[in-house]
T-cell receptor, first 113, second 110 residues
Framework: KAGVTQTPRYLIKTRGQQVTLSCSPI?????VSWYQQTPGQGLQFLFE???????NKGNFPGRFSGRQFSNSRSEMNVSTLELGDSALYLC????????????FGQGTRLTVV | ELKVEQNPLFLSMQEGKNYTIYCNYS?????LYWYRQDPGKSLESLFV?????AVKQEGRLMASLDTKARLSTLHITAAVHDLSATYFC??????????FGTGTRLKVLA
């Protein structure tokens, strides 16, 4: 059974640019969550999608957005990148209602220069 | 504000010794998770604790949950070098929105 797949693994972007990250959950899982990990702030929840609907949202500015497709794959977009957006972005896959154990992908390491 | 605090933040221990990592949280939650992270890697699920009094063991690690005290512990028995990693606890009070602890960086010395 394939795990959670995130692409790309590494990205280098310039301030002001935008970026899109992709996450394919475990087959059959319908919930996808995104987390940002930085040395200073630790692991912080961005948002969660279930059946193409955003169900939960963390305390991040509107520059951070996401969506989920009918096949449960999810994308996260960050516009107008800032240096502080440099982080490891982790995607988590959950089966759905009643099963809240999260399985994490390898992450996308974003560096903003 | 929901807070999840772990202590210690850093732990250096000798192989063969026992130690406990503590995870305190500030809100009601019946679900608590422990993860391991190796440098530059993702989070690996260790334990899922879903009720008060839950205790789970895997190898040299044992986790427990006391929802009344809002406390979980991760006990390490006879540590070995391979256990060196950062350990995170996370609570899930709002369902599918994990609040992670600060992490405990464990280094096991030979």
């Amino acid at each position: 059974k394939a795990g959670v797949t995130q692409t790309p693994r590494y990205l280098i972007k310039t301030r002001g640019q935008q970026v899109t990250l992709s996450c394919s959950p475990i087959s059959g899982h319908r919930s996808v969550s995104w987390y940002q990990q930085t040395p200073g702030q630790g692991l912080q929840f961005l948002f969660e999608y279930f059946s193409e609907t955003q169900r939960n949202k963390g305390n991040f500015p509107g520059r951070f957005s996401g969506r989920q497709f009918s096949n449960s794959r999810s994308e996260m977009n960050v516009s107008t990148l800032e240096l502080g957006d440099s982080a490891l972005y982790l995607c988590a896959s959950m089966a759905g209602p009643g099963n809240t154990e999260a399985f994490f992908g390898q992450g996308t390491r974003l560096t903003v220069v | 504000e929901l807070k999840v605090e772990q202590n210690p933040l850093f732990l250096s221990m000798q192989e063969g010794k026992n130690y406990t990592i503590y995870c305190n949280y500030s809100t009601t939650s019946d679900r608590l998770y422990w993860y391991r992270q190796d440098p530059g890697k993702s989070l690996e699920s260790l334990f899922v604790l879903l009720s008060n009094g839950a205790v789970k063991q895997e190898g040299r690690l044992m986790a427990s949950l006391d929802t009344k005290a809002r406390l979980s512990t991760l006990h390490i028995t006879a540590a070995v070098h391979d256990l060196s990693a950062t350990y995170f606890c996370a609570v899930d009070p709002l369902v599918r929105k994990y609040i992670f602890g600060t992490g405990t960086r464990l280094k096991v010395l030979a």
